[in-house]
Every structure is written in C-alpha cells, then in structure tokens.
C-alpha cells in the first residue's frame, strides 16, 4: 500500500511539473510573437515612410512679423485709461483682461479705487501681455495712431451727454412724472396745474382765465365769513398762476449765458428738495 501510494505522489508530481513547463512554453511563444509583431509593423512603417525613420528634430520656422501677435503699448493704454474716467475700464478690454474688465465695469472700478491703482500697475499690466502672449519679434499694434484720431471724437461725445445729463435731467425727470420739479417751485400743496384745473399744455390764456374763475370762488372779499381757509386758497392759487405764467412767458432778449446756468441751477435745487423731502422724518422721541 505504501509503495503505490509514493508512486501515486510521483505521478502526481510529474504531471504538475509537465503542466507547468507547458504552461511557461506558451508564455514565451506569446513573447516572441508580440515582439514578432512589433516589428514587422515597424517594417511595414518604415516601407510606408520611404524606409527613414522618424527622428525629432526641431524645425525653426520664419514667420512674418506681421502675422505674429501685435505687442500692446503702454501709451495707448494708458489713453484707454484717461478716457475711461472709472466708468469704463476700456484699457481692461485692449490688455484681453475680460474678467478683471466686466468686474471693474460692474462695480464702477471698486468705486474709483480701482482706476486710481490701475494707474500704477499699467506697466506691468502691458509687460504682461507681451511676455504670454506676443514674441518678441512682434511689431507694435497701430492702435497709437487710431486711438489719436478717435479718442477726441469719443471723449466729445461723452463731454457731450454729461452736459445734456446736467442739462436736461431734471426736465426729463419732470416729464416722465418722477418728480414734480414745479409744485417744488411754486410752493405749492399740489401740482400748479392741478390748483388751476388745467392741463399741464395749457396756454398763458388758458391759465388766465381759469384764475380769474378760482378768484372769484374764494376772494375773501366774495365769502364773508370764510376766513383763514379762504386765505390759504387764494394764496395757492395766486402762487399757481404765477409759476404757469412764468413757464409761459417767452425768454427776454437781454438773456444771457449766466442767467440760463441760474435757470439750471434752480432746476436742481429743486430736484434736491424733492429727494429732501421724499426722506423719511425723524420720528418725536416718546417721553417714556
């Protein structure tokens, strides 16, 4: 029993060895043929190519100037940057700086700060951009001469709609019904044209003869009796017409250049008085 048993583990162990020598038989024919592969593909590679191999090398290529990156230029950008008054960051804009540029625009540059230090980092906005973005063989942008030619223009036009916002604000803000500039203006309780019962396009004729009607109503002298309350009226309507009558009147000829700024600075010192007092009063303090 002994015997055939060791010769049972005999057998057993030959059989294990002859799979593992096979085993490892088909791992270095799978290696020879995966290397076999390669290179035959190399082969075929090389035939496709003209038989050269690929060899890196670096090729230097010359390109025109005038198709590189244009640098930017301190000087424009910094005309950018004077036209700009803190309300538009266009130097932001030149220099690429999207981000930097819609933040600035959208918090009028961090409320003037911003546009006082981009001041002092302008160079090195400008050495920036240069050194990521353009070659150092690249020309400068001609956006010196261009911007020359139409900065004038541009700031012209901006002087220009500051003068007609100084101007024109507080028309505009009386028509559209934001303010009532001319109750400010006449002292009145309610709007002039409605103490008088007439449309705000009414005539110097229109006007008169709606005071006339309104005097004859509540002339202390016509309501005995009346009183205080009769007072008040007729000085509302008296201060009425007269404002009316003063919007009507034609400019005199002797108008001067200093009596039409005192009719504009009267215009917002009564849009000042309007804002006064839309605010809120302080409430009385309780004794408690």
């Known amino acids: ?6 010769e049972d583990d005999g057998l057993e162990f030959n059989f294990n060895s002859s799979e593992d020598i096979m ?16 290179c035959m593909c190399r082969k075929l590679c090389r035939r ?24 930017k230029r301190v000087l424009t950008s910094y005309l950018l940057w004077l036209g700009g008054i803190s309300i538009v960051p266009a130097h932001h804009f030149y220099l690429e700086r999207l981000v930097h540029g819609l933040i600035a ?3 009028l540059n961090f409320c003037g700060i911003g546009w006082v230090l981009d ?11 240069n050194r990521r973005r353009a070659a150092p063989t690249a020309a400068y942008d001609g956006s010196r001469r261009q911007l ?3 900065l004038p223009a541009f700031l012209l036009v901006v002087v220009s709609l500051l003068l007609y916002t100084v101007v024109y604000l507080p028309y505009w803000l009386h028509v559209l019904k934001v303010v009532d500039i001319d109750r400010i203006a006449a002292q009145t309780e ?10 705000g396009s009414a005539s110097l004729h229109e006007a008169k003869s709606a005071y006339r009607t309104l005097s004859l109503k509540w002339h202390p002298d016509r309501n005995a009796g009346c009183g205080k309350s009769c007072d008040d009226k007729m000085s509302e309507i008296t201060k009425a017409f007269n404002l009316v009558k003063m919007r009507r009147a034609p400019p005199p000829a002797d108008r001067s250049w200093e009596g039409w700024l005192q009719d504009v600075g009267k215009d917002w010192f009564y849009l000042f008085e309007v804002f006064k007092e839309s605010k809120p009063q302080d409430r009385p303090k309780s004794d408690l």
């Open 1 to 6: 029993m002994d015997g055939s048993g060791s």
């Open 23 to 38: 085993s490892a038989c088909v791992g270095i024919i799978h290696c020879i043929a995966t290397v076999a592969l390669c």
């Open 48 to 71: 496709f190519t003209g038989g050269k191999p690929a060899v890196a090398a670096e090729i230097e290529l010359e390109v025109s100037p005038d198709c590189l990156q244009p640098r």
């Open 105 to 107: 625009t959208w918090t």
């Open 119 to 129: 001041f002092f980092l302008m160079p090195f906005y400008v050495r920036g951009f």
């Open 148 to 150: 020359l030619c139409r």
């Open 190 to 199: 309610v709007n002039p044209y409605d103490t008088l019962g007439i449309a």
